[in-house]
């Protein structure tokens, strides 16, 4: 079950990055934040209290904090790499990162995983890389895209490894207070960098749709994964999560014409396969 949650978020996380890509490149990664963050923070306050009720204590606010300032860090430098670079290729490159930090975690702590789990998370590392690969000029990764991608995994890694060892007490309270302590943060850095309403003086019609389902879907895929982290090991559940960008990829092929290659294409393929050993493994 939890290797299954995990991939509910791990499609929730995909969905997101895209809307949240396109949202970025129209008014920027600041102004997309200051609207979705507090969006998401909002359904995740409503689950923590109806849904999954948890202890609100000493501990539970100080993992809240420590998740929360590298969630919203994480975010910034997620939409500043989707804003400079192909969201097909820029989302596959955060994954590597953010894959690799709660499975050595999870590891080093000492959980155990089974043939078929490794196998899945070979499989998987491979179909992260292969998504990961360009071919083109016109769809060349800049070193500041590159940049603000690799920044980004590991906050993301970061974020997921704080998420999956959280209290087990604490409900899902700790990515809600999180999502809150991160709109806190960016209040003030809006009034700071913007001094006005992000949703003001653009030249370009504010995004709200795009903007707020990509914080609902955000909100979404982080309370789900907390749960999953809870049944699974996190070595297994963290790397099925970081598979979101195999859903990024295929929306922006649709619905934004990015090219595909073949090897991209195999690299989808396998990490659906990685997908489903995972689960069975799990």
């Not at 290729?89 to 080093?108: D, F, K, R």
């Not at 087990?168 to 809150?180: I, P």
């Amino acid at each position: 079950m939890g290797a299954l949650l995990a991939l509910v978020s791990s499609l929730a996380w995909g969905c997101a990055d895209f809307v949240a890509g396109i949202a970025t490149r129209r008014v920027g990664a600041l102004r997309v934040l200051s609207v979705s963050y507090p969006a998401g923070a909002i359904p995740l306050t409503l689950a923590a209290v109806f849904l999954l009720p948890g202890i609100i204590n000493a501990n539970t606010v100080a993992w809240a904090l420590g998740v929360g300032l590298v969630g919203i860090l994480a975010m910034y430098l997620f939409y500043r790499a989707l804003a400079a670079g192909p969201m097909g290729i820029v989302s596959p490159i955060t994954a590597v990162l953010s894959a690799a930090i709660p499975v050595i975690t999870g590891l080093v702590l000492g959980e155990t995983l089974a043939a078929l789990a490794i196998i899945g998370m070979v499989l998987a590392v491979v179909a992260v890389i292969l998504v990961s690969v360009e071919t083109g000029e016109d769809r060349r990764v800049t070193p500041q895209a590159l940049g603000w991608a690799l920044g980004s995994g590991v906050a993301i890694g970061l974020y997921i490894t704080g998420v999956g060892l959280s209290p087990d007490d604490s409900g899902l309270w700790v990515v809600a207070l999180g999502r809150w302590f991160g709109v806190a943060l960016m209040c003030v850095i809006v009034l700071v960098g913007l001094r006005r309403l992000p949703w003001t003086g653009l030249a370009v019609p504010y995004p709200w749709a795009f903007v707020i389902a990509s914080g609902v879907l955000d909100a979404t895929a982080n309370g789900v994964f907390q749960i999953a982290a809870r049944l699974d090991d996190l070595a297994i559940v963290g790397l099925i999560a970081s598979l979101y960008p195999a859903a990024t990829v295929v929306l922006a092929r649709v619905f934004l014409s990015e090219r595909m290659s073949r090897v991209q294409l195999v690299g989808v393929v396998l990490a659906l396969v990685a997908v489903a050993a995972l689960t069975v493994s799990g």
